[in-house]
């Protein structure tokens, strides 16, 4: 359905099939994917994260999930800052990216955005250029919505990464945010493909935390979301492989300003 590999104009998905699709993946995860050990995170204000694990082999690529429940949070600003922008938001909160470039999009793509996303590593891996097909779409109104990543085939400057990359935030009827995200990838260069496989479920578990102290800070205030008189902290400058490169599985996701 949704194979690792680069896709390229003529071969990108109608964006509503490819969502409908996509929830079908999501639909299966806690059902028939093999779940691994969960891990506890520490999340913003001194508070700590449960996040469930799970991996899954579809035809020849090796997928890795995470879920991960949140009460107290603000379904609008879920929307507002990983769905909306979401390559630009990502560019804020993920310490490993160093820069995107927004590419060109036909016309007949109607809802797709594109762009490279490029990403530190630690040396002495070099750099890796991540081309994505992005669309996102709230598939119920105010409770739920979806982003997906697709390679792009396009050239790129710098070693080249792919990954398909998908996020489901659901709102529940008791008021919990329920947070799945899937992806499977291939860093590229030399970084063998059983050392990705091996870090990468705990590793995604690490976009978590990170987006959720980052979200903290944002404005506007929503639904009831408490005020935050704190001063957002800067990111770090460290060549750590942090929540995303974390991308031995490289990574990625409305519109990409």
């Known amino acids: 359905m949704f194979e690792l590999r680069e896709y390229s104009v003529d071969e990108v998905p109608v964006a509503s099939w490819a969502i409908k699709r996509a929830l079908e993946y999501m639909a299966n995860i806690e059902k028939e994917w093999a779940p691994t050990p969960a891990i506890v995170l520490n999340g913003p204000a001194n508070t700590t994260i449960d996040v469930n694990l799970y991996?899954?082999?579809?035809?020849?690529?090796?997928?890795a999930a995470r879920v991960s429940y949140h009460q107290q949070q603000s379904y609008g600003k879920f929307r507002k800052y990983l769905m909306e922008n979401h390559t630009a938001n990502e560019a804020r909160y993920i310490e490993s990216i160093e820069s995107y470039r927004v590419l060109t999009v036909p016309p007949i793509l109607t809802?797709?955005?594109?762009?490279?996303v490029r990403y530190r590593l630690p040396g002495p891996l070099?750099?890796?250029?991540?081309?994505?097909?992005?669309?996102?779409?709230?598939?119920?109104?105010?409770?739920q919505f979806l982003v997906l990543s697709l390679p792009r085939r396009i050239p790129v400057d710098a070693t080249k990464g792919i990954y398909v990359s998908i996020e489901l935030v659901e709102l529940l009827d008791n008021g919990t945010i329920k947070w799945t995200m899937a992806q499977t990838s291939d860093a590229g260069g030399w970084l063998p493909k059983w050392a990705q496989r091996k870090a990468i479920a705990t590793e995604i578990a690490k976009d978590v935390p990170t987006f959720l102290t980052w979200l903290r800070f944002q404005p506007p205030k929503l639904?009831?979301?408490p005020d935050h008189k704190e001063e957002e902290p800067k990111r770090k400058?460290?060549?750590?492989?942090?929540?995303?490169?974390?991308?031995?599985?490289?990574?990625?996701?409305?519109?990409?300003?």
């Open 237 to 257: 400058k460290s060549l750590s492989i942090s929540s995303r490169s974390r991308r031995s599985r490289m990574s990625s996701r409305s519109s990409i300003h």
């Open 111 to 116: 809802d797709w955005n594109s762009a490279v």
């Open 126 to 143: 070099s750099a890796r250029d991540m081309a994505i097909w992005l669309t996102a779409q709230e598939t119920v109104p105010e409770k």
């Open 55 to 63: 991996t899954q082999h579809i035809n020849r690529d090796f997928w």
């Open 223 to 225: 639904n009831g979301d």
